[in-house]
Nanobody, 119 residues
Framework: QVQLVESGGGLVQAGGSLGLSCAASGPTYATILMGWFRQAPGQEREYVGSIRKSGDKIVVVDYADSVKGRFTISRDIAKNTMSLQMNNLKPEDTAVYYC?????????WGQGTQVTVSP
């Protein structure tokens, strides 16, 4: 497993933008797959998107339909970091956002960072 630390959450108005970062420490094989999830109050954790590497290349980037076209996931393989750029934010994007990583499935999780979008 790896340690994951998110940063960059905060408060933004609807229509605004916000960026999140996730720094991973640990074996690089444990971060072949990295992704973002979110959990709103009273709701289950929801998949936001993921990014998979093969060696030093990005091979797959995937998004949930609810964020497609608004959110962009990227990663710096050399630095073992991942970013989430969120544009045109909506109040329904309000949630705690979690970074996750693994080899074949997500088995390491960050502590989460709060994103609040005001109307």
């Amino acid at each position: 497993q790896v340690q994951l630390v998110e940063s960059g959450g905060g408060l933004v108005q609807a229509g605004g933008s916000l960026g999140l970062s996730c720094a991973a420490s640990g074996p690089t094989y444990a971060t072949i797959l990295m992704g973002w999830f979110r959990q709103a109050p009273g709701q289950e954790r929801e998949y936001v998107g993921s990014i998979r590497k093969s060696g030093d290349k990005i091979v797959v980037v995937d998004y949930a339909d609810s964020v497609k076209g608004r959110f962009t996931i990227s990663r710096d393989i050399a630095k073992n970091t991942m970013s989430l750029q969120m544009n045109n934010l909506k109040p329904e994007d309000t949630a705690v956002y979690y970074c996750a990583a693994g080899t074949m499935k997500f088995d390491s999780w960050g502590q989460g960072t709060q994103v609040t979008v005001s109307p």
